[in-house]
């Protein structure tokens, strides 16, 4: 059973920067998997940032980047502002049609 | 603009039959460049990708739900469905239907529906 891994809560100040990153239990990540990054707020549906590893979403402010680093897939947030404030998650493809989700980082911004 | 609306019942009794419909506007079900999902996120928990189908009929499913998820097409009203039986409490969840082209997590998500299992 494959996981993908996330860290549970990340804080960051106003303006600075965070690493948010997306690995597997057993492997690395690489492009194969398009990772792509959804961030979402309460009662709200999912907005994507993020796919394919590092092409930014229509409209995605360009605060929000994404890499591959080392062996894990990456979401760059330069600048933190107060509304970056939300749940983060990644999903990977793992083949055959299948993709897995992230468990999420809950970003808090103070 | 692409539309996805969720529809179906928002409450379902243990052990009955979860039936959902995405009903899709402004855009082509049966277009070649697109696959269409189901996920759910059952209260203050993460998100879960439940299945695809594309246009054909082809079908992928999470394997944890395979057994009880069934997925259909109907390209004369254009929508697709998603069926889960034998529902528990634990199948509570808001569920999203969304479309992401080949190759690419990049989902274009509905709304979302509360389906909510209690007798």
């Known amino acids: 059973q494959t996981v993908v891994t996330q860290e549970p809560s990340f804080s960051v100040s106003p303006g600075g920067t965070v690493t948010l990153t997306c690995g597997l239990s057993?492997?690395?990540?690489?492009?194969?998997?398009?990772p792509t990054w959804y961030q979402q707020t309460p009662g709200q549906a999912p907005r994507t940032l993020i796919y394919?590893?590092?092409t930014r979403s229509s409209g995605v402010p360009d605060r929000f980047s994404g890499s591959i680093l080392g062996n894990k897939a990456a979401l760059i947030i330069t600048g933190a502002q107060a509304d970056d404030e939300s749940d983060y998650y990644c999903?990977?493809?793992?083949?055959?049609?299948?993709?897995?989700f992230g468990g999420g980082t809950k970003l808090t911004v103070l | 603009q692409l539309q996805l609306q969720e529809s179906g019942p928002g409450l379902v009794k243990p052990s009955e039959t979860l039936s959902l419909t995405c009903t899709v506007s402004?855009?082509?079900?049966?277009?070649?460049?697109?696959?269409w999902d189901w996920f759910r996120q059952p209260p203050g928990k993460g998100l879960e990708w439940i299945g695809t189908?594309?246009?054909?009929?082809?079908?992928y499913y999470n394997p944890s739900l395979k057994s009880r998820v069934t997925m259909s097409v109907d390209m004369s009203k254009s929508q697709f469905s998603l069926k889960l039986s034998s529902v528990t409490a634990a199948d509570t969840a808001i569920y999203f239907c969304?479309?992401?082209?080949?190759?690419?997590?990049?989902?274009?998500w509905g709304q979302g529906t509360l389906a909510t299992v209690s007798s």
């Open positions: 402004g855009g082509s079900i049966n277009s070649g460049g697109s696959y």
């Open positions: 969304a479309r992401h082209p080949p190759n690419s997590g990049n989902f274009y």
């Open positions: 057993s492997g690395s990540v690489s492009n194969t998997n398009f």
């Open positions: 394919s590893t590092n």
């Open positions: 189908i594309y246009y054909s009929g082809s079908t």
């Open positions: 999903v990977l493809y793992m083949g055959s049609g299948l993709w897995v």
